[in-house]
């Protein structure tokens, strides 16, 4: 049979394809691919939708062509790598789970996150797990990042898997979505797959035991179809999303409140560090745009700047 599919697990040589005529079909490689212009170490990732075809009584079926990708996010790339990875494609939402205390995510890590979401162009969501274990100061610090995120139009779920809080909410965002799920190591990601689809519960630790035996250093994305509908890809091993690409656009394109107040900035070509009359400046001053953001945004201007040296 011939016929088009959605890549759900990609190893490089081999991928899983899947539809509805052939259920689970692993195929490998033949042709050439469309690769949206980027120095692509992987011609086939998570969420591809692929043209496949499987010979009556063979297991091996072929890919034969890559559907154009709706959007898709590459891995970060050591600064001297010129080629990318890209680790999933044809995202409807990135969902990123944040914890104030174990582990604590840093101000930064989010906005290098949201900074990918924006540039794109995949809404974000913060998803803040653990509440069960904070105190005072813990709260005030959701209630900050609720303050500077919902404010930029950030969606903020609070929730805690351990005492089943906010469940059906985090249900109904998933619902029908194919969503990428991230986050720091430890944050919860596998405990919310293994409660929204506890069918998987043998599967994720099936993935985790092959990572320990070590064959491969690199990890691959994998997308879990949910029984509500939807998909959740987890990157496991994936420490952070590529903002290399995006030089087109100056970087405070991709940090919304910033972009916004920018306008009135005296001159046109302003990238808000040490300007005069600087309106983003200006903002951080008066305390409309949070200090947070605005150091995040230093940080990450600096790292693009210096990795640009290298190309
Ligand atoms: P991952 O690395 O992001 O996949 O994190 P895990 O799902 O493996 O979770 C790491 C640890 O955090 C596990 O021991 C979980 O039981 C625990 N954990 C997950 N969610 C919660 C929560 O809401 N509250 C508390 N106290 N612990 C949690
Ligand atoms: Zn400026």
Not at 154 to 168: F, R
């Amino acid at each position: 049979m011939e016929g088009e599919g959605r890549v759900i697990k990609s190893t490089g040589s081999s991928s899983l394809v899947s539809s509805p005529e052939a259920g689970l079909t692993e195929c490998v490689i033949s042709g050439k691919y469309r690769l949206e212009g980027l120095r692509s170490t992987n011609p086939v990732v998570v969420g591809d939708w692929v043209m496949f075809s499987i010979q009556e009584g063979e297991k091996l079926g072929r890919i034969s062509d890559v559907l154009p990708r709706k959007n898709y996010i590459i891995r970060k790339s050591t600064k001297l790598s010129k080629s990318h990875q890209i680790i999933a494609s044809n995202i409807d939402q990135l969902m990123l789970m944040v914890t104030v205390v174990n582990p604590v995510t840093h101000a930064e890590f989010i906005d290098r996150y949201l900074v990918t979401s924006e540039a794109y162009n995949i809404p974000a969501i913060l998803l803040i797990n653990k509440t069960d274990l904070y105190g005072e100061t813990e709260i005030m610090t959701v209630e900050e990042w609720r303050r500077i995120y919902e404010e930029i139009g950030y969606v903020c779920i609070e929730c805690s898997l351990e005492k089943m809080v906010n469940l059906d909410l985090i249900k109904s965002t998933l619902k029908e979505k194919v969503t990428l799920l991230a986050g720091n190591s430890g944050v919860g990601k596998s405990t919310l797959i293994n409660i929204i689809e506890p069918s998987l519960n043998l599967k994720t630790r099936e993935i985790s035991q092959s990572h320990k035996s070590g064959k491969h250093t690199t990890t691959f994305a994998e997308m879990f179809e949910l029984g509500i509908g939807g998909f959740i890809i987890d990157t496991p091993g994936i420490r952070g999303f590529g903002i290399t690409d995006m030089e087109d656009e100056p970087l405070y394109h991709y940090f919304p409140e910033l972009f916004k107040v920018s306008t009135g900035c005296k001159y046109h070509n302003c990238i808000h560090v040490n300007e005069p009359e600087c309106a983003v400046i200006q903002s951080v001053e008066s305390g409309k745009i949070s200090l947070s953001r605005y150091k995040s945004y230093l940080n990450l201007l600096d790292e693009q700047q210096n990795s640009s040296k290298y190309r």
